[in-house]
């Protein structure tokens, strides 16, 4: 067991390592939300439309998008230079590289988070309420979205044309995801507790358990040549 | 009335021309494979054509009963248009659509267990059938819908969830078509056949609770299932069937695509 931690964590170590390097990934996955935020708040003007009501699904349309470019590079990296190779004769369980690939890809949307919250909450004139409850939503939801998200991306990185095909094949997965975030994330806007939205946090519970635990079986079958 | 017939005579077209054309073009494989190949027997044994013939003359004859049950035998429901006999297909289209997802899923599982690419076909074909029985369940959804509700959509549970269905199958098909080499086709459809299937209670549940139910519920078998018996028997020879026009597809489609395999086989 301590073994497969370390394991998990050196992948994690690497990746982190070789982002903040170069930051452009980061950087590029913040630009896409900002802009994202900004050609919304154009679209739907503020205006004649509450800002409240239109808020919470523009951030995680900012989100989730700004998160598949996170995705998309994830196994391109190592596809580059062929590294996937050397990372698949490692001797180490195939589902660590998938724990240590999730918590990567986890850790980079979140700091994208750190930096979009302040953003959104200015640009939308939102009150700032509910920080904790928001952080857990916001928390649960990524998880979601990243155990489902780097599965298909370990197998879109492995043929060009598959590239271009992720969103296509990850959104539709994520719906739960995203019902639930922006609901929640609305609610708790709105001034409501956690307790009024347990349901929805009991929906992404199950999703966040139900995708990590059936890509811990099943990923090893997308890396295999 | 007649606008009614008339449209299910044109996806009963629909539904014969599909067969009929997957059908010849098994012939001009089997041919093609015939001259390829040396190992004639293990070709003419798949292609046995009158297994294929007696199945779709079944198909035909129970789609005419349960047309003629449907359209002109059921009775007239209390305060609905005459649009209602739609239910008929739309039910019938909507089971054997959740049968073909279900195929996929097993047909994955079973690839990735036992490393066969049969089980493979039998997943990709569960899925193309299951998509386009969707699909004619939304068409058929809509015209209802239009009728009783005046709207061709609403965004109601079921209907989202028919639609997420369709979207995420879709993507399975998508993700196939686009891949070149057979066995990380497989692979990868596989894994994501599991996970799409999988993702349908959590996709279900989190609709329910977004959205506010109108779709009326006729076939929980519930006292207040509002179908009058000959209602429930017209239903029930309907998915008879639909579930013999499916198995019909879906041999024909499996034949078909053995045949391609063998093809490729023969040519590389």
Known sequence: MKKYFKDVSAIVWKDTLSEFRTREMLISMFMLAVLILIIFIFSIHLGKVKAIDVAPGVLWIAIIFAGTIGLNRSFLNEKENDCIFGIMSMPIDRSAIYFGKMTGNFIFMTIMEIFIFPVFIVFFNLPIQNIPGIVLITFLGTLGFTACGTLLSAMSAASAKLRYMLPVLLYPLILPVVIAAVQSTGALLYGKQIADIMSWLKLLIAFDIIFISVSFLIFEYTLEE | ?268
């Open chain 2, 1 to 268: 009335m007649s606008y009614l017939l008339s449209a299910y005579g044109f996806l009963l077209l629909i539904m014969i021309g599909y067969i009929v054309r997957v059908n010849l073009k098994c012939g001009r494989l089997v041919k093609e494979a015939g001259c390829l190949s040396n190992d004639q027997k293990s070709i003419s044994k798949l292609d046995s054509s009158k297994a294929r013939l007696c199945l779709i003359g079944f198909a035909l004859l129970f789609i005419s009963v349960a047309l003629y049950m449907a359209l002109i035998w059921s009775p007239d429901a209390k305060g609905e248009p005459a649009t209602y006999r739609i239910i008929y297909f739309h039910v019938a289209a909507a089971f054997m659509s959740y049968v073909g997802f279900f195929i996929t899923f097993a047909g994955s599982i079973l690839y990735l267990w036992k490393r066969d690419l049969r089980f493979d076909r039998w997943a990709k074909v569960g899925a193309d059938l299951g998509v386009h029985f969707c699909a004619l369940m939304i068409i058929t959804g809509m015209i209802w819908g239009k009728q009783r509700w005046g709207a061709w959509w609403i965004w109601e549970p079921r209907l989202t969830l028919a639609l997420v269905l369709l979207v995420i199958y879709v993507g399975y098909l998508i993700l196939r078509h686009v891949m070149e080499n057979p066995v990380t086709t497989a692979r990868y459809a596989s894994v994501y056949g599991i996970i799409g299937f999988i993702d349908v209670p959590l996709v279900h549940y989190s609709i329910k609770l977004w959205g506010k139910i109108m779709h009326p519920v006729v076939t929980d078998g519930g006292k207040n299932s509002g179908l009058a018996p000959e209602m429930m028997l017209t239903l029930e020879v309907s998915i008879i069937a639909f579930l013999i026009v499916f198995a019909a597809m879906y041999i024909i489609r499996l034949h078909v695509d053995s045949l391609e395999a063998n093809l490729s086989r023969c040519r590389t």
